[in-house]
């Protein structure tokens, strides 16, 4: 490949007409809303997650309106989806010039008691699959001089968070690896934004069966798909939808780390469905 130079235009949101994107987690909450707002963007959309017959029914509503669509069923638990992924879409001949890596779950509770496999299931779709999906994908967009990578994150991702502690993981290792995935890419006209949305209605809470004060999403997910799909096109790194969510992050990365974590879990304790362990002070000796 011999590197051409990116001409250095500004591309707008007006860019995504025509263009391929490709939507992880398209059967649920923030990746439904991601899908129309880059399809009234003129985008051609790819629908991917487990549940197929959602997909035909977004993929049904977006052809009513005139968007080209295609979907790839897929489980993210399995190592191997990513590739089968990129082998019926660019390796079909199919330009994926918008990649939006937003599958992913979380789980509530106390780390120690709850299943390896919800655990073990965050770690693989909120981090592996980002990982390999843009390994698979990037290097095509670096040679064209031109794509769009979305990662979700999350305002979990400032701070550790206590009682949803593998998933605020995560989304600290999906937002690092976003911003220096943006820094290498960017000189080749590739632009990735970290979106950070604060609780979202989605199906999310639900599924990390949360209890207590962390039990439902505020911001809508249509308002947040918005202000995310803005922010890519503009090639903005970083972007946490509304304010409240932007003044916690600025908080507690002025904070001590340390003081912040024992705040948040002296907070979430008083909500976690086991009496013993909202009661239970931690021992001076561990
Ligand atoms: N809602 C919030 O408050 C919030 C806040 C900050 C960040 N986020 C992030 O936003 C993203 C979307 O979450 P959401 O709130 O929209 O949750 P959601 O309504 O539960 O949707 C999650 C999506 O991920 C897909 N998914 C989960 N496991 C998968 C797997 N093994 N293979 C393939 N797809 C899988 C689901 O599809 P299938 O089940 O059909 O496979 C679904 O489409 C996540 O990365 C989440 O961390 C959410």
Redo the contacts with the bound molecule.
Sequence with gaps: MHPRRYDGRMAGIEDFKGKWALV????????VALARELARHGAKIILT???EE?LESLAAELAARGTETRIVA????DPDAPQQIYDATEGAGIEVDILVN?????QFGEFYASPIEQEM?QVR??CEAVVRLSRLFVPRMVERRRGWVMI?A???SFQPVPYITTYAAT?AFDRFFALGLAQEVVRFGVKVTALC????E???FE?ARSGGIMNR?VLP?ATVARLGVAALARGQRTIVPYLSGRFTAVLVRALPTGLITYFIEKIARKSLPSAESRLAEPTRRG
Excluded: H, M, Q, Y
């Design positions: 992880t987690g398209a059967s649920a909450g923030i990746g997650a487990r549940r959602r897929a489980d993210l638990n937003n599958a992913g779950l979380g299931s779709v909120n979700l999350s305002t979990a989304k949305p604060g609780p979202t989605s199906e999310f599924v999403g997910a």
